[in-house]
């Protein structure tokens, strides 16, 4: 069964980047659906960031679009996000999801990310 | 951008009622393409149904789902304990690929 683990520091600061790395076991990378970041600020609903294939191939969302990347390394099996200029806004539990048929089938347990100084 | 409207916002119920959850789109979406998801508090969100009316894996058939264009409904027939959370709705598409309802919460 695929599991998927976030990492990545809890806190970053005002105007710096943030970066993240998801983690997939019990499947290849390249074997997976397509992989997806979704973040929940506190007390709030889900936003989808973007999603990424084994072949590097990337979706994104449009609000977000100009201060996202997302990378994949299939030797480590695992994928990254990357997110620029970080303001109190993009505090928010960051949530890596493989895609099933138009949804996303399977969470990892997410990771608490804080923009502070 | 399709918007996704859920209602209402706090459903309060008791064990054993019948829960009726709606997700409304702006624009007509494919039936393939909904999906619902639960949320309990300090949890992951976990898949409940996709494909307007499939159950996803381990999900018991007390939920349904049902809808067609830019009506959907959750229903939960009967009520359980652990069946309090938050349910959003989620629709596949086209920028962005996945975008999500606000969330019903579904409080005893």
């Known amino acids: 069964q695929v599991q998927l683990q976030e990492s990545g520091p809890g806190l970053v600061r005002p105007s710096g980047t943030l970066s993240l790395t998801c983690t997939v076991s019990?499947?290849?990378?390249?074997?997976?659906?397509?992989l997806s970041w979704v973040r929940q600020p506190p007390g709030k609903g889900l936003e989808w960031i973007g999603e990424?294939?084994?072949?590097?191939?990337?979706n994104y969302n449009p609000s977000l679009k100009s201060r996202v990347t997302l990378s994949v390394d299939n030797s480590k099996n695992q994928m990254s996000l990357i997110l620029t200029s970080v303001t109190a806004a993009d505090t928010a539990v960051y949530y890596c999801?493989?895609?099933?048929?138009?949804?996303?089938?399977?969470w990892g347990k997410g990771t608490a990310v804080t923009v502070s100084s | 951008e399709i918007v996704l409207t859920q209602s209402p916002d706090t459903l309060s119920l008791s064990p054993g009622d019948r829960a009726t959850l709606s997700c409304r789109t702006s624009?007509?979406?494919?039936?393939?393409?909904l999906a619902w998801y639960q949320q309990k508090p300090g949890q992951v969100p976990r898949l409940v149904i996709y494909?307007?009316?499939n159950r996803a894996t381990g999900i018991p058939d007390r939920f349904s789902g049902s809808g067609s264009g830019t009506d959907f409904t959750l229903t939960i027939s009967r009520l359980e304990p652990e069946d309090f959370a938050v349910y959003y709705c989620?629709?596949?598409?086209?920028?962005?690929?996945?975008?999500f309802g606000q969330g019903t919460k579904v409080e005893i």
């Open positions: 624009q007509s979406v494919s039936s393939n393409y």
């Open positions: 019990g499947a290849s990378i390249s074997n997976s659906h397509w």
């Open positions: 494909g307007t009316s």
């Open positions: 999801a493989k895609a099933g048929a138009y949804n996303l089938e399977v």
């Open positions: 990424i294939y084994h072949t590097g191939n990337t």
């Open positions: 989620q629709r596949y598409g086209s920028s962005p690929l996945y975008s």
